[in-house]
């Protein structure tokens, strides 16, 4: 039964008491206080990859040359060579820091790679696309160098329901099969929902439900698109304009890593909340 007094004591060690004992102070006197646990580690807080291989199959063999384009803060583990447009902290295209990496590193831009054709065996570009400034001629780039690939995009939802397109986003995009289409942002989709109240319940430090639902369903928050040879690209500009690239002849090939689909878990990377 609910005492007065327990929970008058209880709220009292709130000013001078660490939040683990809080949370157990209150939970003795049987008051549920499970937004006060602190937050676990989710997959892809700090790797991208940790999520991504829940969904994906990457098909890189030992000696093989893998290119990460748009290496950021969040470096492909599988690479051999990283690329970036930016070396240190920009507000472009990412709010954190170039992540030190122990391979290569390259400063270049996906619309225009410093590499012969066919260099690549596996192109990654997670997170960068939907901020260059003409994704077909990004595309075509990594058809050029690479032989297949993996891209990731968040979606329109996901970008305008956490307001994170405005002054980092140009564009979002579907995946149809073997086609991939970009749409270009309008001002108004920019601002996304002019609230913070998403982002700062998925980055609480302390516990929030809602965190395991987004952790757990990258895959409908991002477009996961797998490629091997050249794949059909369409860009959709705001002012209507339409432009397109076909495949190329007799590279159209089923792609080598494929989106698999991942049973609903509750589960972070670590599980300790407290």
């Not at 093989?64 to 970036?84: C, E, K, N, Q, W």
């Not at 240190?88 to 170039?98: A, F, V």
Request: glycine letters at 6%; proline letters at 6%.
């Amino acid at each position: 039964m609910f005492n007065l007094a327990h929970a008058f004591a209880a709220g009292l060690l709130l000013l001078k008491s660490p939040q683990s004992l809080i949370v157990k102070s209150f939970e003795r006197f049987g008051i549920r206080v499970q937004r006060l646990r602190r937050r676990p580690r989710w997959p892809g807080e700090d790797l991208r990859i940790d999520y991504q291989q829940q969904y994906v199959t990457f098909p890189i063999a030992p000696g093989d040359r893998v290119l990460d384009i748009g290496s950021g803060g969040y470096p492909f583990g599988l690479a051999t060579v990283h690329l970036d447009r930016y070396p240190g902290t920009t507000s472009n295209s990412r709010r954190e820091p170039l992540a030190p990496v122990d391979k290569p590193f390259v400063q270049g831009d996906v619309q225009q790679l410093p590499f012969r054709d066919q260099s690549f065996d596996f192109i990654y570009a997670s997170h960068l696309l939907q901020s260059v400034d003409d994704p077909l001629v990004a595309c075509a780039e990594m058809m050029r160098v690479g032989k297949a690939g993996y891209i990731e995009i968040p979606t329109f939802g996901k970008s305008t329901l956490f307001s994170w397109a405005k002054g980092l986003m140009k564009w979002h995009a579907v995946a149809i099969d073997r086609h991939l289409c970009f749409f270009e942002y309008s001002e108004r989709q920019l601002e996304g929902v002019r609230s913070s109240v998403w982002h700062d319940l998925i980055m609480s430090r302390w516990y929030e439900p809602i965190q395991a639902l987004f952790y757990n369903n990258q895959d409908v928050f991002n477009v996961m698109f797998c490629w091997t040879g050249s794949f059909s690209v369409f860009v959709f500009a705001r002012d209507g304009c339409v432009q397109t690239l076909a495949p190329q002849a007799g590279r159209n090939q089923p792609a080598r890593c494929t989106i698999i689909s991942k049973p609903f878990t509750n589960t972070a990377v670590r599980t300790e909340r407290s």
